[in-house]
T-cell receptor
C-alpha cells in the first residue's frame, strides 16, 4: 500500500521480555518519527530520523529503548526488558521535507503493546 | 512544563452550533499543525499553519494562527455528527503534541 505500515498491530509480552516494533514509511519520505501514545493522551515524542541519521532521541524514556533506521527507510523500535509502564500504542509517522520544513505527517495505525 | 496546551479537553456540542478549540504553545517554532483522530484509528492531518495570521479552511473547520500570542484556534461552524473525533495541535515541527480535545457532536 501507499501508507505507513506498522507491524505487528498488537503485541503482548511478559514483563522482562524484549520486543521489536517495525515501521515501513512512505517511500521517499526523509523524516520519520516515533511516538508513544497512552490512552486518552496525545502522542509523546520518542525519536526522530532524517534518512538514516537519528537526529533526536531525547524522548526515549530510558536506555531500554533503542531505535534504528539503518538504510534510511524501514525503522525498528526496540524495547528491552519491558516493564508494565511501557504498555501503550506506539505510533510511527513519516513525512517529506521541503526547504528544511517537515511536511504534515502520515501516521501508521500503530502497534498496541501490552506488557503483562 | 507542557509545551502545547489545548482547551477544552472535552467538548460536547449540539449539531448546528459553533465552537472554538484553543491551542497555546510555548515552543520556538511558529509552524503549527492540526490533526484529527477517530477512536481506535491513527492521526490524520487537517491543517498546516506556517506564519502569523495564517488561516486555513476545509468544510466546517477553520484554523488560524497568531504567532505573537502563540495561539492557534480551530473553529467549528454548524457542527455535524461526522466531526466527532479527537483533535490535536502540534508544534515545533511536530515534536510536541497537545493533549487533545475530544469532541462529541450530539444530534
Amino acid at each position: 500500500g501507499a501508507g505507513v505500515s506498522q507491524s505487528p498491530r498488537y503485541k503482548v509480552a511478559k514483563r522482562g521480555q524484549d520486543v521489536a516494533l517495525r515501521c515501513d514509511p512512505i517511500s521517499g519520505h526523509v523524516s520519520l518519527f516515533w511516538y508513544q501514545q497512552a490512552l486518552g493522551q496525545g502522542p509523546e515524542f520518542l525519536t526522530y530520523f532524517q534518512n538514516e541519521a537519528q537526529l533526536d532521541k531525547s524522548g526515549l524514556p530510558s536506555d531500554r529503548f533503542f531505535a534504528e533506521r539503518p538504510e534510511g527507510s524501514v525503522s525498528t523500535l526496540k524495547i528491552q526488558r519491558t516493564q508494565q509502564e511501557d504498555s501503550a500504542v506506539y505510533l510511527c509517522a513519516s513525512s517529506a521535507r521541503v526547504t528544511g520544513v517537515n511536511q504534515p505527517q502520515h501516521f501508521g495505525d500503530g502497534t498496541r503493546l501490552s506488557i503483562l | 512544563e507542557l509545551k502545547v496546551e489545548q482547551n477544552p479537553l472535552f467538548l460536547s456540542m449540539q449539531e448546528g452550533k459553533n465552537y472554538t478549540i484553543y491551542c497555546n504553545y510555548s515552543t520556538t517554532s511558529d509552524r503549527l499543525y492540526w490533526y484529527r483522530q477517530d477512536p481506535g484509528k491513527s492521526l490524520e492531518s487537517l491543517f498546516v499553519l506556517l506564519s502569523n495570521g495564517a488561516v486555513k479552511q476545509e468544510g466546517r473547520l477553520m484554523a488560524s494562527l497568531d504567532t505573537k500570542a502563540r495561539l492557534s484556534t480551530l473553529h467549528i461552524t454548524a457542527a455535524v455528527h461526522d466531526l466527532s473525533a479527537t483533535y490535536f495541535c502540534a508544534s515545533e515541527e511536530q515534536f510536541y503534541f497537545g493533549t487533545g480535545t475530544s469532541l462529541t457532536v450530539i444530534p
